[in-house]
Every structure is written in structure tokens, then in C-alpha cells.
């Protein structure tokens, strides 16, 4: 199914949700034949419902420009295929609200994230990423989704929250469970999510409450503990605001480093080139993003009826928004499956969405992987993959559960 062109009947019934997809890698083709055939796809059962599909860049572009219509308010269901306005977690987020709400909590966090802000980030993040290659095996085998990108994100997103260093072990798990959208049919594992969520919760709040009784710092609990807007929310815009920045923090940079290492592989003349060139690699960070995605999806609700490509939608329905297929539409990305380290439009990628809801921490994760990049090239180390990925089985969040590999110099 995954390697031949789907008749029209199967297209008909086509669900792209299906983990399967992701385990094992692969959708490409079956989105690939959507953006071809049936670009606004409808999906008519699925683990979590009919739902509509958005599959080239132009239309996903369009449905962002449009939020009046296309609602991303929590209180529809959210940013996910699996609706939270019925669970004990409705990921009450900034970016699961519609403006003015929206607006508002943006503006409050976003100083956090200015040009000043990152740069003050840079020289601790060098450093941290030096010693932590110094520290690797060359010539044996390690898993560097462990002993890398999660090491490497969990240290940023510490120093955002200024969490306690000796327990910054914990936010990785917590991001990992909320993160879990396709559990969340299954009453058991939910029960469980939720779990993790309400503890992540508690641990912090107990935070948020200390640093309300400090001066203001430029961490992200105290900016939100002193403002206006965020000082007093309740428990689910609360448990909403930590959870979006815990994972925004978490998978889109956690993953494209893994990623980084697959395109490596895969395409070594790029690499080649890349040691070659040192002007390219801030180009090589945006098109790994871009390659990656490392968020799949982004889902929006119809508020109101209308039409998006000569298909008529009506209000209450999904779409989910597919940024892996967009970021891979030829009409826009030629030859848009191949890593290209010098590709002109790679920052027109929709890995950080569009529009008002654009991911505020862009430019950090992508010094992060820049970063990275620089300092593999720095030590002449090659990231040579020494056994079978094991991917995330989610349409959701796009990335590794283990990434075994060696190191060579050379």
C-alpha cells in the first residue's frame, strides 16, 4: 500500500492518522499521490473521526491566513486530530486559542525569545554542545537520540524555565507523554498521559508560586508569574501554557538533530559539500527542519461553512493541516524528498507553521541545530547510523525513540 498508487476506492477510505504509517516510514508516498490526485482529501473513519486532509503548501498557507474561519481554539477540540475538549487535559495553549485570548499570552512570553535573548543563549549553548561531543565515543555504538538531542534540548529548555539543573532529567518524560495525541482514544494509556501531565503540572506550579514572590527575571515562569495576563490563570490554561512550551522546546529541536543524522546518511554528498562550504550550514539547519518536520500536523476547525479547493466544508468539521507534505510539495521544494544543504527557498518551510500562529521559538531551535552542525564539522566527526531506527509510531510528532550510531573522524 505504502510503495504503489492507490486506486480511487482506496483513496476514498485513505487514512493518513494510522501510527503504522510513521513506525515505519512510510507516508511519503501515499501524500505524495493526495497532493496529486485529491489535495483536500476527506477522511471518512478514522481513531479519531472523519476528518478532512490539507495536503499542498498553498492551500495549508491559505487555511493559516484565515483563522476566523478556521478556528485552533481548544474549546472546538484543539490543535490535534484527537479532540481535548472532552478530557480532564484540554491543552488550554496559546497556540489553541483563537484571538484576542491568543494574542495576549503570545505577547506576554515572546520577549523571551527576541534577538537579544538568543544571542545572550549562544556562547552557553556552544559550550554545552563541545563538551558534550568531547564526551562521545568515537568508533563505538550509542544511541544519539539519548545521549544527543535529548541531552541537548533538555539543557535549553532548562535554562528557559531556569529549571533545577540535577532534575532537568524529568522534562524530557513529561514533554514525551503530553506529546502522545494518539493515545488518546485508548482510555487506559490516557489515563495515564494525564497522569504525567497533572504531575508536570504540580511540579510546575510550586515554581510559578516562588518566583511570583521574587523579583521579575527574564526566565519563562517568572515572565509569565509577573504579567498581567498569565499571573492568574486557571489549572487548564496553566497546565496548556507549560505543555506548549515544554514540547515546542522539546520535539522540534530534539528531533531535527536526530534527523540531521538520517539526512547524513542518506545523503553524504551533502555532507561532503557541507565540509566543503561552511557558508551552507545555516542553510543545511532550515532544510533539515524542513526535511524533518518534526511536527506532522497541526489540526483547525471550521467554524463557519465554506469551500477550500473546490471542496465544500461545513462548520464542525477537522482539517488537519499536513506540514510533512507540504514541506515536500515539488510545486515549491523541487526534488523536495532530497536533502539539498544549498537550497534557496529551505527557510520557506512550514515546519514552525504560518501566520499568527507561527512557533516563537524558530530562530532558537534553529541556532540549536546550527550550532551542532558547526561544532560536527569543527571536529571532523561523520554520525554513521549502525542499526534500524526506531521512529515514533505518531501522525503527530514526527522523530526517534532510539537512533543507534558510530562516530568517525573523517
Not at 2 to 18: E, I, Y
Not at 167 to 173: M, N, Q, S
Request: hydrophobic letters at 40%.
Amino acid at each position: 500500500m505504502a510503495t504503489q498508487a492507490l486506486t480511487k476506492g482506496d483513496l476514498a477510505t485513505l487514512d493518513v492518522s494510522r501510527g503504522e504509517l510513521y513506525a515505519d516510514d512510510s507516508w511519503r508516498p501515499l501524500f505524495a499521490q493526495l497532493r496529486a490526485e485529491i489535495p483536500i482529501h476527506y477522511c471518512p473513519d478514522s481513531v479519531f473521526g472523519p476528518y478532512w486532509s490539507v495536503t499542498r503548501y498553498d492551500d495549508i498557507v491559505a487555511v493559516e491566513a484565515d483563522p476566523q474561519t478556521f478556528s485552533s481554539s481548544f474549546e472546538h477540540g484543539g490543535i490535534v486530530l484527537f479532540d481535548m475538549q472532552d478530557t480532564n487535559v484540554k491543552l488550554a495553549m496559546f497556540i489553541a486559542m483563537d484571538d484576542p485570548e491568543h494574542g495576549a499570552q503570545r505577547k506576554t512570553v515572546a520577549p523571551a525569545f527576541g534577538p537579544s535573548e538568543i544571542a545572550g543563549h549562544a556562547v552557553a549553548l556552544r559550550e554545552r554542545t563541545a563538551r558534550l561531543l568531547d564526551s562521545l565515543p568515537v568508533g563505538e555504538t550509542f544511541d544519539w537520540v539519548e545521549r544527543v538531542s535529548i541531552e541537548l534540548t533538555t539543557s535549553m529548555i532548562a535554562t528557559l524555565f531556569d529549571w533545577p539543573w540535577d532534575d532537568r532529567h524529568r522534562l524530557p518524560v513529561w514533554s514525551d507523554w503530553t506529546a502522545k495525541i494518539d493515545i488518546g482514544p485508548d482510555p487506559v494509556l490516557n489515563a495515564e498521559r494525564e497522569t504525567h501531565i497533572f504531575e508536570m503540572a504540580a511540579a510546575f506550579k510550586q515554581l510559578f508560586e516562588e518566583r511570583k514572590a521574587m523579583p521579575p527575571k527574564g526566565d519563562l515562569l517568572s515572565i509569565m508569574a509577573h504579567s498581567e495576563v498569565m499571573a492568574d490563570m486557571d489549572e487548564q490554561r496553566f497546565i496548556g501554557a507549560i505543555a506548549l512550551l515544554l514540547v515546542g522546546g522539546n520535539d522540534t529541536t530534539r528531533n531535527s538533530m536526530s534527523g540531521l543524522v538520517e539526512q547524513m546518511n542518506k545523503f553524504p554528498d551533502q555532507w561532503e559539500r557541507l565540509k566543503a562550504d561552511r557558508s551552507l550550514i545555516s542553510t543545511a539547519a532550515t532544510e533539515t527542519i524542513r526535511l524533518q518536520t518534526p511536527i506532522c500536523h497541526m489540526r483547525r476547525t471550521v467554524v463557519q461553512d465554506t469551500e477550500l479547493g473546490g471542496q465544500k466544508l461545513k462548520a464542525g468539521d477537522k482539517v488537519a493541516l499536513w506540514y510533512n507534505s507540504a514541506n515536500r510539495d515539488e510545486a515549491v521544494f523541487p526534488d523536495g524528498d532530497l536533502w539539498d544543504v544549498g537550497r534557496s527557498n529551505s527557510r520557506r518551510h512550514l515546519s514552525f507553521g504560518y501566520g499568527i500562529h507561527r512557533c516563537l521559538g524558530a530562530r532558537l531551535a534553529e541556532l540549536q541545530l546550527q550550532v551542532l552542525i558547526e561544532e560536527l564539522l569543527a571536529r571532523d566527526m561523520t554520525v554513521e547510523i549502525a542499526g534500524e531506527p526506531e521512529r515514533i509510531p505518531s501522525c503527530f510528532t514526527r522523530g526517534f525513540h532510539h537512533l543507534p550510531v558510530r562516530i568517525r573522524k573523517g
